[in-house]
Nanobody, 128 residues
């Protein structure tokens, strides 16, 4: 079992920046690919970014490409999401998630249903 705890959310003005962190415990962190998802009020959960086990591959939703950066520190069992140029439409609860290695990872990294473990979420609010 993997436990995930997000932090770093908050209220920020449009154009500002935030860095989310997700601390993992319980199993070997480096065995898991990690993802960030978000859910705005009244909307379905959506993929934001993903990173492979050794940081060799990163993926982003089109809506955040060029503004958000996902990274991980396997020595600290932590994955990060650096968010810049924030927009009001980025307002959501942000969740980190972990998934074990499977052959279909590179074609399913954006599917929340493929992730095995989830954090409790952290609220990000961007004011206009």
């Amino acid at each position: 079992q993997v436990q995930l705890v997000e932090s770093g959310g908050g209220l920020v003005q449009a154009g500002g920046s935030l860095r989310l962190s997700c601390a993992a415990s319980g199993r070997t962190f480096s065995n898991y690919a990690m993802g960030w998802f978000r859910q705005a009020p009244g909307k379905e959960r959506e993929f934001v970014a993903a990173i492979s086990w050794n940081s060799g591959r990163t993926y982003y939703a089109d809506s955040v490409k060029g503004r958000f950066t996902i990274s991980r520190d396997n020595a600290k069992n932590t994955v990060y999401l650096q968010m810049t140029s924030l927009k009001p439409e980025d307002t959501a609860v942000y969740y980190c998630a972990a998934r074990q290695a499977r052959p279909d990872y590179y074609s399913t990294y954006y599917r929340g249903s493929q992730y095995d473990h989830w954090g409790q979420g952290t609220q990000v609010t961007v004011s206009s």
